[in-house]
């Protein structure tokens, strides 16, 4: 098919421009500083663009207008709450973050309660979560990639590791920095130029078999679709269809003519063909909504959903302030108010770009309504382009779109990767150039080797778990170290505990079971609404318990995070730790010269 | 000062008490070459601050007094400045919070409103899909004002008590 050579060639030419991106800005990357946060010289509006690059994962390029297109104005939420995430930031935690002068979360975590072991746990922590979310990131582009171009799977979760891995090695934080940069506006030209272009294909297209979106029937086949049913659907009819059908159906072989009644649920199996006549009525699975009237009016499915919304909530507005890949973008400030500068803009550049992805939705809802009965709603954004315009052209759109998809797995795999290595090298290594790009590659070829001999693991939830992991965990950590002078390293020990093992024991029950209904499946599958305020009360309660151990420089780190920058108490760790001359990396006489802390150079010298 | 023994060429002069001869030219020299840049770039810093970026490189004096001695003074002054800060955070992110999760409710409540049209959009795609971001964006910059005005005040209320 000459689409699959269009669609590859844009995401070669992405994977090749990062490359190209990332040597060029990571060519002047030689102390460990420069690896781990940039040096800290990213100004504001290069910084935003790379955090927003960066944030932009495949759940927002492919995700949101998918999610748009099948749940409708309830979908509207997703977004709203991976912006607010932001605002959350913003509010609580990044200037003070970074006055800190931490360089990861477990520096921040012993720069403020001045515990060893806390540093420990979070270390753990981080790689935990960093592995977590790679893993969907790299099985997602392969995928993905597979899904159109026909090349097997693990091949494109490879190419995705082992750019990232190039870049990182290469120029750490500081390539890292201008490649996410740029993958921002990338993606942001992606979606926005055939969003734009394909608005307006839709203003010229005067067929009558589309259906409108306010009408309170579902969306209908323009002509005659033909559906393989790759993996076992559930599909509510909400008007009756005549179709033909090969394969199984409720259980029962079908081979022939079918009809399927008003109001009826149908379980179609894997391997099963369905073929709709044109202007058929469009069966959706379960999960969306099935007619355009209920799509277009918000919570049309009552509590139940509203409930599904505000859980979603809790875990983005509290779990993106604790994703190391977040944070770490957050180190990269010059200081506290450019970091705050830079929310600002990010919010700016997320939001911009989720405006296009709402294009994409409704214009999905009516030229590619087959993407309901399969349920690949993550498809629309790549095949709406030819489904509209069945010409080079389309091609050429579809083309720029699978780059941009392509773009959004390299970014955040990037973040990820690199968050985990400044954690792995300065941690478990001594924390030299080189520990760094061998902490590089044993971050990324973790996860790939994961992905790779579990190809089954449930992508799709584990982002959302690893969310819910990050705001029961890091959330309350750098919030109450941050705002509460009273806490000790014993509370935020036992809350990070706490947090963290109900989020990990509940993953093991949806692991473990196979029950998907019922409301205690419900909020086990999204344990944030219990487990974030659990692990806040956990680090108050037990810090009221051991009140001697409130670390007795408090005052001192309290005014350090929250005075303003010009007065100057900002002491950046990395520079007292690791200096911040370029010299060879292995020469330890002089760095020892420019160390303060002790326990560094202890570790240094062994 | 660390010349070697009679290898400083501004001491051969000296015709005899080599060790008092350094120390009284030397000490005066130092001072002179020292006092003067000292409050200058104390007093430079003040003014020209708001405008520079690299905050991570200056050391100024102020640290090293309120770091040390005067962490008494310091602690309640940061307390206060710490308590109205979280104030204005706390009582946005419940602005925010409330909005996006009251409107759910009200949806559910009240699902005609769900069918307004205003501009050619309906109510809920106006507001939960457009006019969102730019509301949020708006309530960061109005956080980044407020902080930033409690943070003028208590730099100036800072170098004062330092200066005094």
């Not at chain 1, 990571?26 to 955090?51: C, E, M, Q, Y």
């Not at chain 1, 604790?322 to 957050?330: A, E, I, K, T």
């Not at chain 1, 318990?545 to 007795?552: A, D, N």
């Not at chain 2, 430079?44 to 962490?71: C, N, W």
């Amino acid at each position: 098919m000459v689409q699959n050579n269009w669609a590859l060639g844009g995401v070669i030419l992405a994977m090749a421009l990062t490359i190209g991106v990332g040597v060029y800005g990571g060519r002047r990357s030689k102390t460990t500083p420069d690896f781990l946060v940039a040096s800290r010289t990213i100004k504001p509006h290069a910084n935003a663009a790379a955090i927003a690059g960066e944030y932009l994962s495949a759940a927002s390029f492919l995700g949101v207008a998918g999610l748009v297109f099948t749940k409708g104005a309830t979908g509207l939420w997703y977004p709203i709450g991976y912006a607010g995430g932001y605002l959350m930031l913003l509010l609580f935690v990044a200037a003070p973050l970074r006055r800190s002068g931490a360089y990861t979360v477990p520096d921040f975590a012993e720069a403020r309660l001045g515990s060893v072991g806390l540093r420990r746990l979070c270390t753990a922590v981080v790689v935990l979560l960093g592995w977590w979310y790679l893993v969907p990131q790299f099985q997602g582009a392969g995928l993905t990639l597979a899904t159109f171009t026909g090349v097997p799977p693990w091949l494109g979760g490879l190419a995705v590791a082992i750019t990232v891995t190039i870049n990182v090695v290469g120029g750490g934080m500081r390539a890292i920095t201008l490649v996410q940069a740029f993958q921002y506006y990338l993606k942001l030209f992606a979606l926005a130029f055939p969003a734009f272009l394909l608005f307006f294909v839709f203003l010229n297209d005067d067929r009558a078999e589309y259906r409108s979106l306010s009408e309170p029937l579902p969306p209908a086949f323009a002509r005659e679709t033909t559906i393989d049913v790759k993996t076992a659907v559930r599909l509510q009819v909400s008007q009756a269809v005549s179709l033909r059908a090969k394969g199984t159906i409720d259980g029962a072989p079908v081979d022939g003519g079918a009809f399927w009644a008003t109001g009826t649920v149908k379980s179609v199996d894997k391997g099963t063909k369905l073929i709709f006549p044109a202007g058929a009525p469009v069966p959706s699975v379960t999960t969306a909504a099935a007619d355009n009237a209920s799509w277009l009016r918000p919570m049309s499915g009552g509590w139940p959903q509203a409930m599904e919304i505000w859980s979603l909530m809790f875990a983005t507005f509290f779990g993106t302030m604790g994703l190391p890949h977040v944070l770490v973008r957050f180190y990269t400030n010059p200081d506290g108010s450019s970091a705050r500068t830079t929310t600002l803009y990010v919010l700016v550049l997320v939001g911009g770009f989720y405006l296009f992805s709402l294009i994409f939705a409704g214009l999905s809802r009516l030229y590619v309504p087959e993407l309901l009965v399969t349920g690949q709603d993550n498809a629309a954004v790549l095949l709406l382009p030819t489904a509209m315009l069945n010409n080079w052209f389309g091609q050429l759109l579809a083309a720029l779109t699978a780059a941009g998809a392509f773009a959004a797995f390299l970014s955040t795999s990037s973040g990820l990767v690199v968050s985990v290595a400044g954690v792995l090298s300065t941690d478990v290594l001594p924390g030299r150039v080189r520990d760094f790009r061998l902490a590089t590659i044993f971050a990324s070829t973790v996860p790939i080797v994961c992905a790779l001999l579990f190809p089954n693991l449930g992508a799709a939830q584990a982002v959302g778990l690893a969310l819910c992991l990050a705001a029961s965990t890091f959330c309350p950590l750098l919030i109450l170290g941050i705002w509460y002078r009273r806490l000790t390293p014993f509370g935020a020990t036992m809350g990070i505990l706490t947090g963290g093992g109900v989020v990990l024991g509940s993953t093991a029950y949806v692991l473990l079971t196979t029950s998907t209904s019922g409301w205690v499946n419900s909020l086990v599958a999204q344990p944030g609404m219990i487990s974030v305020p659990l692990s806040f009360l956990a680090m108050w309660f037990f810090s009221k318990l051991t009140p001697r151990s409130v670390p007795r420089d408090v005052a001192q780190v309290m005014l350090r995070m929250h005075a303003p920058d010009r007065l100057g108490f900002t002491k950046d760790r990395d520079v007292q730790r690791f200096g911040n001359q370029s010299q060879p990396p292995v020469d330890v006489s002089k760095r020892t010269s420019t160390t303060l802390s002790g326990w560094a150079n202890r570790r240094q010298r062994k | 000062m660390s010349f070697p023994h009679g290898q400083d060429p501004l001491e051969g002069t000296g015709p005899g008490g080599q060790e008092h001869t350094r120390n009284g030219h030397g000490g005066p020299g130092h001072s002179a070459e020292e006092e003067p840049t000292y409050p200058l770039r104390g007093k430079r810093r003040v003014k020209v601050v708001l405008a520079e970026r690299r905050g991570a490189r200056r050391i100024l004096r102020p640290m090293a007094q309120l770091e040390g001695q005067d962490t008494g003074i310091a602690e309640n002054v940061v307390k206060e400045l710490v308590r109205r800060q979280l104030k204005i955070a706390l009582a946005l992110a419940a602005l925010v919070l409330a909005l996006y999760a009251g409107l759910p409710v009200l949806f559910v409540l009240v699902p005609e409103i769900g069918e307004y049209v205003v501009f050619g959009i309906r109510l809920p795609w106006l507001l939960v899909g457009g006019l969102a971001y730019p509301f949020m964006v708006g309530i960061g910059a109005i956080y980044n004002r407020a902080v930033d005005r409690n943070e003028a005040k208590f730099a100036n209320q800072y170098t004062g008590m330092v200066e005094d």
